[in-house]
């Protein structure tokens, strides 16, 4: 019949081999205020190749602050 936990089988894929594949490159995301780097993410660096900058919450500082994206 088939294998079972490959979630899907054959037809899926071949779908996702098909569909364009996007290119997303690890960050890391450091508090302006404590220097700590509290965040892990991904971004697509073709849409967005400036570097990222967002209020979240800091658990060192206790509050919500600037993370700004390091290399």
Do not use: Q
Request: glycine share 8%; with cysteine; proline share 1%.
């Amino acid at each position: 019949m088939g294998r079972t936990g490959l979630g899907g089988g054959v037809l899926r894929g071949v779908l996702r081999k098909s569909e364009v594949e996007v290119v997303r490159t690890r960050i890391t995301l450091e508090c302006t205020e404590c220097k700590n780097r509290n965040y892990n993410m991904t971004k697509d660096k073709k849409t967005h190749p400036e570097r990222m900058e967002t209020k979240k919450y800091c658990k060192f500082c206790r509050s919500h602050t600037l993370h700004k994206e390091t290399k």
